[in-house]
C-alpha cells in the first residue's frame, strides 16, 4: 500500500505560477497529474516515468506546466506557470506500482492517487 500526500495549491492571480508535490510513502514507477475542474470530468495533465526518460503533457498546456521527480525523495512536483483561470481545477497526482497496460493518460492505469489540491486562479 502506498500512500500519496499533496501539498501546494491555494488561490493566485492569472499568469501567476504555484507549484504542487506529491510525497509517496513507498517506490512507485510511472507518476503522473490530473485535474478535475467544477461539472467537468478527471482529465490527464502530465506524466513522468520513474527514470524520467518519459514525460507527457497534455495538448492544453502549451509548455506552461513542467512534471518532475525526486526518487530519493519519493516525490513529484508541478510546476505551473502563466497560470489562466481555466486551470482552476482540483489537481490529484497518481502513481503506478505495476504497468497495467493502459495508457499513461488513462486514470485506469494508476493504483494510488492523492487527496486532491485545490488550485483556484482569479482573473
Known amino acids: 500500500q502506498v500512500q500519496l500526500v499533496q501539498s501546494g495549491g491555494g488561490l493566485v492571480q492569472a499568469g501567476g505560477s504555484l507549484r504542487l508535490s506529491c510525497a509517496a510513502s513507498?517506490?512507485?514507477?510511472?507518476m503522473a497529474w490530473f485535474r478535475q475542474a467544477p461539472g467537468k470530468q478527471r482529465q490527464f495533465v502530465a506524466f513522468?516515468?520513474?527514470?524520467?526518460?518519459?514525460?507527457y503533457y497534455a495538448d492544453f498546456l502549451k509548455g506552461r506546466f513542467t512534471i518532475s521527480r525526486d526518487n530519493a525523495k519519493n516525490t513529484m512536483y508541478l510546476q505551473m506557470n502563466s497560470l489562466e483561470p481555466e486551470d482552476t481545477a482540483v489537481y490529484y497526482c497518481a502513481a503506478e506500482v505495476n504497468n497495467n497496460g493502459a495508457a499513461y493518460y488513462n486514470a485506469l492505469r494508476y493504483d494510488y492517487w492523492g487527496e486532491g489540491s485545490l488550485v483556484t486562479v482569479s482573473s
Open positions: 513522468n516515468s520513474r527514470s524520467g526518460s518519459k514525460t
Open positions: 513507498g517506490r512507485t514507477e510511472g
